[in-house]
């Protein structure tokens, strides 16, 4: 845009609208509604596959690396059932959409087949590929990171249940103690008492 007169893509404006459209999807999920954000992000993604696609052709590279990347994202975001239904979906369409490409019924822009191979190509399909394994990566770390506040909640609650345990039969040998002691001085006070009553017997007697 700033280099080129004619730069073609998109222009400054649509890129505008898509960085709002980008920190609005942001400031949803820091409101908490994170399924709407994701689902809103995937909704995002699908357009320009589906449309480049339908232009370009079914068999268009950067179309289906970004189908890759749906399925991908709606794994990580929407959860396991997403996958499948979004793999159905998506192979769904590529079978529809290669048939009427390939009877005639809908016409695809073949300008890019015979095109020479141009370093754009190459970069906007590396960056892809960077995009995915950067969800892959922060997929995988939040999962380690899930795991490792499992087992060390699992760690706190078995130290918990020992201290209890411990804390259960110290308390137990306590009032074991004390009930022992509450016997013994019951039994000092029954012997005083028969003891007691002897002495007055005797000393009654006389009198």
Known sequence: IFFYKNPGGISLLATLSLLIFFIFLLFLSRKGKIKTAS?????????????SL???????PAGLILSVLLIIL?????????????TIIIATFLIIISAYQSNGFLKTENYWRSAPIQIADALSHGLLIIIIAAASWLFCQEI??????????EAMLKKERDDLEITVNRRTKEL??????????????????????????????PL
Do not use: M
Request: aromatic share 12%.
């Open 74 to 86: 709606s794994g990580i975001l929407l959860g396991q059932r997403s996958v499948f239904i979004s």
């Open 176 to 205: 074991l103690s004390a009930e022992a002691e509450k016997i013994t001085q019951l039994y000092r006070l029954a012997e005083f008492g028969r003891l007691s009553s002897g002495i007055f017997h005797d000393l009654i007697n």
């Open 54 to 60: 339908i232009i370009w052709g079914a068999d268009l």
């Open 144 to 153: 380690k990171k899930s795991l490792k506040r499992a087992r060390h909640s």
């Open 39 to 51: 689902f809103l992000l995937i909704l995002a993604f699908s357009v320009p596959t589906f449309y």
